[in-house]
């Protein structure tokens, strides 16, 4: 039988495919999505189960290892955990030298790509030695990068983690903890945001998780393949959708135009608006991930004693849609990241910092799927084709 590569130049066809909307790029054994069903398994688990049931260093060691762990292959690893979580000193004047405004997944993926130059021993990626010491090292250190890239967009003092405090708290306490008072984390926000967290893990092919295998299938270290994916998931289109919404919410509210007006924009196709947090290329369901994280939205604001108004229109915004045929033709339905920024705003993180806590939780992904794809004896050097449709030959002018 013939390879791919060998019938690809036999026969001189590509397959065109935009997007990759059909393309299968690699085989993977850890998350399965039936789109139509509105299905996600992690390594087979359903995911409402693992919402209800796991926490999220769990869920991260059955993504990169496989298996639930034991509880002494759990607690270990925690504790491993907890021990890396101190950034390199020099680290925190890189963070002065960043301007106070810039958008913190910037900082973050700034932070993460400069991992390697502190850790040059992660330059070996096919070490499986370095690979576990720079899974661990990520885990630790991205919620505290993350912590203090929001502690420098609004110009407060940076905190040391706690490494007596679990991984969700520790990150709360970084965010919102200040030098002058001690800090009581709420355990209905910690569980909401626990449980947030899981649900972002792992989400197969997305953009920003094949953008980590692309780049680790240069044999480029986790660092760097991680740094772009989280640029890769900036962007509006994907994670950065979380942030979307929340303005797009603010928006309906404050031009007063009312849902349906917006609805009936969107349906017209005015250039740049959309109904964020709508629609999905896999989920032509409603995504399972959504349900649960409407469930939290209305559990953390009634804890909390919140009202938001921007909770009412999100919820208008989907009853609406649903029951319109544009939406339904295309099967268009709410995705994870349609009531994700209502929580978030109430446990009192700026909008800006949405994505970054999507970042994250889908750290366990990335690395789970660097380290598939690191090991997996098929991978190779990812390298799409194109059609040329530029100019024939052509001789340079002579002047
Ligand atoms: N609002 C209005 N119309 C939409 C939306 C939306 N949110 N999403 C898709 N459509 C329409 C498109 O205009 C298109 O209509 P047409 O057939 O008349 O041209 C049709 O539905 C199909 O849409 P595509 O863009 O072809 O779907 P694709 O799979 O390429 O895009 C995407 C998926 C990017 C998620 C898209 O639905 C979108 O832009 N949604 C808003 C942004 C968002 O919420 N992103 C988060 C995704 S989930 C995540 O990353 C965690």
Same mark, same amino acid.
């Given at each position: 039988?013939?390879? /791919? ?26 998350? *399965? /999505? ?6 996600? %398994? ?7 189960? /693992? ?12 993504? /990169? ?14 504790? %491993? ?20 405004? +810039? ?14 130059? *502190? ?17 661990? %090292? ?8 993350? +912590? ?30 200040? !030098? ?26 997305? +953009? ?71 629609? #999905? ?16 939205? #209305?559990?953390?604001?009634? +804890? ?12 208008? !915004? ?25 929580? *978030? ?23 789970? #799927? ?16 194109? !059609? ?12």
């Amino acid at each position: 039988s013939l390879d /791919i590569s060998t019938l690809t130049r036999q026969t001189g066809l590509t397959t065109l495919d935009y997007g990759f909307v059909n393309t299968a790029a690699t085989r993977s054994a850890i998350t *399965y /999505i039936d789109g139509e069903q509105g299905i996600l %398994r992690y390594r087979g688990y359903p995911i409402e189960q /693992i919402a209800h049931n796991s926490n999220f260093l769990e869920t991260a060691w059955l993504l /990169i290892y496989g298996e639930l762990p034991t509880a002494s292959e759990l607690e270990d690893f925690d504790n %491993r955990i907890r021990r890396h979580t101190l950034l390199h000193e020099d680290l925190r004047r890189f963070f002065d030298a960043l301007p106070t405004n +810039a958008h913190p997944m910037s900082v973050l993926s700034s932070g993460v790509s400069a991992l390697s130059t *502190y850790y040059q021993d992660s330059l070996s990626p096919k070490d499986p030695a370095q690979v576990e010491i720079s899974t661990v %090292r990520l885990l630790a250190k991205l919620p505290v990068m993350a +912590a203090y890239s929001h502690k420098k967009s609004i110009g407060q003092a940076f905190l040391y983690p706690d490494n007596s405090l679990s991984f969700v708290d520790n990150f709360l306490k970084l965010n919102f903890g200040t !030098l002058a008072e001690p800090y009581e984390v709420n355990p209905v926000v910690s569980r909401a945001l626990e449980r947030l967290l899981m649900l972002h893990e792992d989400h197969e092919q997305n +953009a920003s998780t094949s953008t980590v295998r692309l780049v680790g299938s240069t044999e480029a270290n986790l660092f760097a393949s991680v740094s772009a994916g989280i640029n890769a998931l900036f962007g509006p289109l994907h994670g950065g959708a979380n942030e979307a919404v929340l303005s797009m919410l603010q928006d309906i509210k404050d031009s007063g135009e009312g849902v349906a007006k917006y609805v009936e924009r969107v349906k017209n196709k005015e250039a740049g608006v959309k109904l964020m947090g709508f629609g #999905h290329r896999v989920y032509k369901n409603y995504d399972p991930r959504a349900k649960l994280v409407k469930e939290s939205a #209305h559990e953390v604001l009634a +804890a909390l004693g919140v009202q938001d108004d921007l909770l009412d229109i999100a919820m208008e !915004l989907e009853h609406y849609a649903l029951n319109d045929d544009y939406f339904k033709e295309r099967k268009l339905y709410p995705n994870v990241d349609f009531y994700t920024g209502v929580i *978030y705003k109430a446990m009192g993180f700026p909008t800006r910092m949405f994505t970054v806590l999507f970042a994250i939780g889908r750290l366990p992904g990335w690395i789970g #799927h660097w380290r598939e794809m690191n090991t997996d004896p098929a991978t190779k050097i990812g390298r799409p084709q194109q !059609l040329y449709v530029g100019s024939p030959a052509r001789d340079y002018p002579t002047r």
